[in-house]
């Protein structure tokens, strides 16, 4: 059976701790001298009028529904995995043209040193297994997620990161 | 449900698609008047680089494969007339009618003739003729000097194949700069230091006037009267919406007019791609913005209401992104309109450079060089302005601008000024 999933942040339990960033690199065996990682984790004050704001944030590829990366490829290597609906890439025909990288709007697509398009692939292979993405699995608080877009909210939408996300994505050509 | 769809690139492809995935019965008849599968003429020249075989024009697949997987009635003819008031589309082999018809005819490039150039020498860079033609050519390894007409995106991703053929490349343009529809005038001037500093002879405010044999060599003589050897001319001067199939039938500008559901005036006909003309959501009004994405969107937006659905495509603004020379050229929006300007990086430096002018509380135009990270972000924030959105980034979107390395007061000063 296909599936629909995402990978999604619960932004209320998310403590910066970067298990998750450290986890992708290592199954992903990521030179990080010669490509960014794929998943940024960030932990940020702002001031902000009287207040100060806190923001714990991992940040990958967010397996969009309406992926704009797919849309502006020119060689078609970005494609939905037909099994679980993850932003997968075969890069044979990549042209490091970084269409890919105006498209997106949360900043994602980076390249490797070959000058092709490099990002997360929801290790969609260890999701067609029934096992969760290397990230997911290691994130202590649960505040990382892979979710079925299918099923029941698993992440109160005011913490989604997907969520909070959705109108910014729908304004993006 | 028999649907036509006249022009297969992949304004034509998305359509096929979008009608499929609703209409899993309906007739999708498909006329091309390539014989091929939908192709990307924005990857010629990669493929006359050596970037990509020749397979790689096509990033549906081949032929059979597209038609196979969608279910297509494929018709290798040239549409003649499509008549929108009894949806008839007619081929030199007759007349067929169908319940709604989408035309995606696309774009020709075009230049006017020059008097004394030999057609053999006269190259255009459109269609995967075209790429056959100016690679057969280069292979052969007779071309010593080279004039490429057109100081645009397509102008110098001519350039860099030639340059890496060995060819003596001049680059010349009337307008006064290069990318003069989407550079502001200082990063031009930049750009052109880089490209100078490559060897390759620029020229601007002038044009090829005509051409003539000075010692046995091709030489074109320039409108300003200068003289440059050139065994071969590319003319990468405009393309022009191909409109022809439809004159008189339905309202036409530049292109045909369309709305966000990509109806053209008459019912039933639809339009999409570069032969369409849609909104530019920066000034409101309709223009043709011949890129890539956009044509996907509107040929998917089209398939779908063919199909019975509900989908709208809003608009676009004009974005570009140009990797060349190993630099990035990033424009976004109206480069003429004047404003505030914020700036950040040095011109004449290394790394991420970007300028972009707040007008009316909104970014009425960016300028990028070398950095793509932020390019989908800052785009994304235009567009959400001109939809009427105020002006805050969120955080997420903020942590990947610091990390790729825009620096907090330009954020800052960008959300201040475009607050409202
Ligand atoms: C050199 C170059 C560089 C480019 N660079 C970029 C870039 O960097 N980024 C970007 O976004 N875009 C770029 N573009 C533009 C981009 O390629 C186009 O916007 C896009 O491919 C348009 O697709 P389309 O389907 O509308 O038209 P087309 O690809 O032109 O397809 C139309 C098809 O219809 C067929 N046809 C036309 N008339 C008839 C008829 N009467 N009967 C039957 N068939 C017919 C044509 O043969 C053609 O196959 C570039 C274009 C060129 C030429
Ligand atoms: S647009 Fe960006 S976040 Fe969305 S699927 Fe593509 S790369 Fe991932
Ligand atoms: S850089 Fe590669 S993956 Fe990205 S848009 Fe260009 S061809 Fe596609
Ligand atoms: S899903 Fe896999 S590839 Fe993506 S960020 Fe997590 S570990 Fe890395």
Redesign the interface.
Known sequence: MSKRYAIDLDVSKCVSCGACAVACMDQNDLNVKQTRPFR?V?D?E?QEGEGT?Y?H?S?ACMHCVDA?CI??????CIQKDPETNLTVFDTT?C?????C????????PGFGPDGKMVKCDGCYVRVHHGLKPACVKACPTGALRLIDLDGPEEIAPENS?RH??M??LS??? | MRYGIVGFGTAGYHAAQAIREQDKAGEVHVYGDTGLAPYNPMLTTYYIFGKLPRSGLFPFGPLEEVADRLGLTLHHERVQKVRAQDLAVETERGVQRYDKILIATGATAFAPPVKGLSPQDAHLMRTVDDAQRLKDRLDRGDVRSAVVVGASMAGIKVVEVLEKYGVRVCLADLAPHIFPLAAYPEVSAAIEKRVAKRGIDLRFGATIDHMELWNGQKTAVMTDGSVVPADLVSLCIGTRAATQVVQGEVDIDRGILVNERMETSAPGVYAAGDCAQGVNLESGEKQIIGLWANANRQGAAAGANMAGGEARFEGNILHNITHFMDMDFIGFGDNRIQGELLEQGALDGDGLYVRAVISGGRVAGANILDSYRISGILKNYMLRLFAGEGGSLPDYQRAMLLQAGLRAEFIDRMEVMTRG
């Open positions: 940024n960030f940020m702002r704001t923001s944030l940040l704009p849309v502006g490829c020119p060689s078609a025909n042209i490091g043209c970084h269409s990288a105006m498209a997106c709007p949360y900043g994602v990161l909070r996300s109108e910014m304004k993006q050509v």
